[in-house]
Structure formats: C-alpha cells, structure tokens
C-alpha cells in the first residue's frame, strides 16, 4: 500500500498509509510519542541496575524506538540487544528522508539509523559496541525466537486495524518470551487490551499517556 510522510506535531516526522486510515505514531509528536510511551515507560523503568537488556518490539516501523534505544544505549554505556519483526519494511527513498536524527539533534546518529533499515534480515548485526540488533521479515503471528526479554515495545497498529495482534494468543506468546520483571508497554489502553493481556498472566496498570492521550498500559510479568 502507498505510504506517506507526514510532519507530527512536534516537527518529526511518520509515516501514513491513507487507504487504511493509520499513522505509525501519534500525530500530536512521533518522538515525543515513542520517548514517553517506550523509552520512559519502559526501558527506563527497567533498566537501572542491569548491564545488558534485551528489548522485542513488535514491529520495526519507521526504526523510531530503536533509534532512540541505541541512544540510550550509548548514553548511559548500556549493552542493549534489540530483536524485532516487521511485515511491511520501508524502502530506502523513505526512510532515508526520516528527520528524526536532525530533530534529536545527532545528525551523528543518520548512518546508524540507515543501517538498522539496510542491515540483512534474519541476522545478528553489532550496530555500535553496546547495541546488537536482528530484525525478523514476517508476522508476530508466525514468528518463534528463543530469546528471553527485559523489555518488549508493543507498537503494532491499533485492534481496530491489526485485531490479530492484540489477542489473548498473542499475549500469552510474548508472556512466554518475557523475563521475570520484564515490563511491556503500549499506546493502547482499551479494556479489550487489558483483559487480553490478563488473561495471558500480565499484571496490568493504566499509566499516564503521551501528550494528547491520557492513559497507556504497562504490562509486568511476576
């Protein structure tokens, strides 16, 4: 399907796909969206203490959330390893237009944000001595790893456009994959949501959302 970029209201950018009616973020602020919704409500919440982390998102996207985790990473000289899936990649005359490093300010970051784009799928690569990435072509539906997480980014499009997703079997896989304490954060504070990650063992909390959103999930695994 055709996609678009568009400027959020915090000057960076996302991306629309207009015949279904979605945007990868919020439109009130792509980065303020993704440093509030997956870098403080859930890195940041986990991460003290620990030397390495190992993250899942559900879907690449844009590579926003990885992005701004290699900063992180980099910042406070944490090991990170970042595993993600991703159905639909953006080709190279998208995201190479991206203006996320120039609005964070780390034009330094363009090479490194390109390569999580160029990087072969399937594979491990060491994008910087404290991030390690693999990037996974296909549907969280299907895929398996045997990696255990501290963390997991659930981005996939709302239940309304991707109903697949956010369903009891889903939880209950990622369940699987979460380390004890492992947080899991998303946008979407539905009650479908939450009683589907209940239902899956998460023990479930509404948290403040993002600018223009008033409440979010994080979801722990005791």
């Given at each position: 399907?055709?996609?678009?970029?568009?400027?959020?209201?915090?000057?960076?950018?996302?991306?629309?796909?207009?015949?279904?009616?979605?945007?990868?973020?919020?439109?009130?602020?792509?980065?303020?969206?993704?440093?509030?919704?997956?870098?403080?409500?859930?890195?940041?919440?986990?991460?003290a203490g620990k030397d390495q982390i190992s993250i899942?998102?559900?879907?690449?996207?844009?590579?926003?959330?990885?992005?701004?985790?290699?900063?992180?990473?980099?910042?406070?000289?944490?090991?990170?390893?970042?595993?993600?899936?991703?159905?639909d990649p953006l080709e190279a005359n998208m995201y190479s237009l991206l203006n996320y490093c120039k609005?964070?300010?780390?034009?330094?970051?363009?090479?490194?944000?390109?390569?999580?784009?160029?990087?072969?799928?399937?594979?491990?690569?060491?994008?910087?001595?404290?991030?390690?990435?693999?990037?996974?072509?296909?549907?969280?539906?299907?895929?398996?790893?045997?990696?255990?997480?501290?963390?997991?980014?659930?981005?996939?499009?709302?239940?309304?456009?991707?109903?697949?997703?956010?369903?009891?079997?889903?939880?209950?896989?990622?369940?699987?994959?979460?380390?004890?304490?492992?947080?899991?954060?998303?946008?979407?504070?539905?009650?479908?949501?939450?009683?589907?990650?209940?239902?899956?063992?998460?023990?479930?909390?509404?948290?403040?959302?993002?600018?223009?959103?008033?409440?979010?999930?994080?979801?722990?695994?005791?």
């Open positions: 399907m055709k996609k678009e970029i568009i400027l959020t209201s915090d000057r960076s950018h996302s991306i629309a796909i207009p015949a279904m009616n979605v945007t990868y973020h919020s439109t009130h602020g792509a980065i303020q969206e993704s440093m509030h919704v997956f870098i403080e409500a859930g890195l940041h919440h986990i991460a899942f998102e559900m879907g690449f996207g844009s590579g926003l959330n990885a992005l701004l985790s290699i900063a992180e990473a980099e910042k406070k000289q944490q090991k990170i390893f970042y595993e993600t899936v991703e159905a609005q964070l300010n780390r034009p330094d970051l363009q090479p490194l944000f390109e390569l999580l784009h160029r990087c072969a799928w399937n594979t491990k690569a060491e994008i910087t001595p404290y991030f390690s990435f693999r990037k996974n072509s296909g549907s969280l539906v299907d895929f398996l790893t045997e990696q255990q997480f501290n963390v997991v980014y659930f981005d996939a499009f709302a239940p309304e456009v991707q109903p697949e997703l956010w369903t009891p079997d889903i939880f209950k896989k990622l369940y699987g994959w979460m380390k004890t304490g492992a947080v899991l954060t998303t946008y979407c504070s539905k009650s479908i949501v939450r009683k589907a990650m209940a239902e899956a063992g998460l023990i479930v909390e509404k948290i403040p959302g993002p600018p223009h959103k008033r409440e979010m999930v994080r979801a722990v695994k005791q």
